[in-house]
C-alpha cells in the first residue's frame, strides 16, 4: 500500500476534507479520491461515506484506521531513527538518575552538552532504587547515572566520581563545631534515614555495623529533601552523600555538616548503559561526553 494514500486515508478520517488533502500535498483532487478508491479495492470494503461535504469513516474505515494509525506512527519513529543516523545533533537521549543526583550532576552534564549539541533533546526519568538497573537491560532507557553499582552483567558500569559520605546533624548538637567525627559518636542518637529499598540507606546501616552500632531509626523517607528537614529541625542526625561547597552545583544546607572518617565512608557515582543495545548516534554522543566529563563535575551534597 502506498504510505501516501494511508495518509490522506488518516487525515480524512479525522475530519479534513479531499480538497484540504489535495492543496496539503499539492496534488489533484481527483488524484487523491483515485488514491482513496484504490485502496478500497485492495482492503476489500468501503472505508469511507459521504456526510455531506465531508467523508466520514465507515464501520470497517474505523477499525482499519487504528491499524493505520499505529503503523503510521511506527513508520514515523523508524523514519526518525534513520534521520537520526544521518543527523545526531537532532535526536533524543533518554536518561534516567538518581534523585540525589538530579539537583546538580545531571543538569550540569546537559548544560554542558547542549552547549556544544543545542539541538538534542532529552527525556529525562528519575531512577527507582528498587529496580536496579532494569530499565537499561531492558532497552528502555539509553544512559543512567546512579550510585548503585549494577549486578547486571547485561550493562556496562563505569565509575565517574568519588562522592564523601556526611554526617548532617541539627544546629546546637554537641557536635556542630567539628569538622569530621567517627560514626561511633553519635551511635545513641536518633537517626533519620531514607526507607530500607534506597542505596545509600543499606549502605549506611552498614556503616552503623561496622562502627559497632545498630542505628535507631526515628524516622524514615524517601526524599533526601524531607531528611534534612526533619534533621535541620532537631529530630535526629542524617547519613548524606556531600561534597565542597565550592563547585557550580553546590546545594544550600542550613546545618552542619561533618565529614565521616569511618572507612568506606564514600560512595562511587557512575555511568551505567546496555552491552546488548546499540545506542543511536545522539545516545553514543551523550555518553561519551558523560564518561569524559562527568569526573570534572565536583561532588555536592545530595
Do not use: Y
Amino acid at each position: 500500500m502506498d504510505t501516501d494514500v494511508l495518509r490522506w486515508f488518516q487525515q480524512i478520517a479525522d475530519g479534513a476534507t479531499v480538497t484540504e488533502v489535495a492543496e496539503l500535498d499539492r496534488v489533484s483532487q481527483p488524484g487523491v479520491s483515485r488514491a482513496l478508491a484504490r485502496l478500497e479495492e485492495q482492503v476489500g470494503t468501503p472505508l469511507l461515506k459521504r456526510s455531506g461535504r465531508l467523508l466520514r469513516p465507515t464501520q470497517a474505515g474505523q477499525a482499519f484506521k487504528r491499524h493505520v494509525d499505529a503503523a503510521l506512527h511506527r513508520l514515523d519513529d523508524g523514519l526518525a531513527a534513520v534521520n537520526e543516523l544521518v543527523d545526531p545533533e537532532t535526536g533524543t537521549v533518554l536518561v534516567s538518575f538518581q534523585l540525589s543526583l538530579g539537583a546538580w550532576l545531571v543538569p550540569a552534564l546537559v548544560r554542558r552538552f547542549r552547549e556544544q549539541h543545542p539541538h538534542v533533546q532529552f527525556q529525562l526519568l528519575e531512577s527507582d532504587d528498587a529496580l536496579g538497573s532494569s530499565r537499561i537491560a531492558e532497552g528502555r532507557i539509553d544512559v543512567e547515572l546512579t550510585a548503585r553499582r549494577p549486578r547486571n552483567p547485561l550493562v556496562h558500569w563505569r565509575a565517574l566520581l568519588t562522592q564523601p559520605l556526611m554526617l548532617a546533624v541539627p544546629p546546637g548538637h554537641r557536635l556542630a563545631e567539628r569538622d569530621e567525627v567517627a560514626l561511633e559518636e553519635v551511635g545513641e542518637d536518633d537517626f533519620v534515614m531514607l526507607r530500607p529499598t534506597w542505596e545509600l540507606r543499606g549502605q549506611c546501616d552498614a556503616l552503623c555495623a561496622s562502627a559497632g552500632f545498630e542505628p535507631r531509626v526515628a524516622f524514615e523517607c524517601d526524599d533526601l529533601s524531607v531528611v534534612r528537614g526533619f534533621v535541620s529541625s532537631g529530630l535526629g542526625v542524617a547519613v548524606l552523600p556531600g561534597g565542597e561547597p565550592d563547585g557550580a552545583g553546590w546545594v544550600a544546607w542550613e546545618g552542619p555538616l561533618l565529614r565521616l572518617t569511618d572507612a568506606g565512608a564514600h560512595r562511587e557515582v557512575g555511568v551505567v548503559w546496555s552491552e546488548e543495545r546499540r545506542l543511536l548516534p545522539s545516545a553514543e554522543l551523550f555518553l561519551q561526553h558523560v564518561l569524559d566529563d562527568g569526573g570534572m563535575v565536583p561532588p555536592t551534597p545530595g
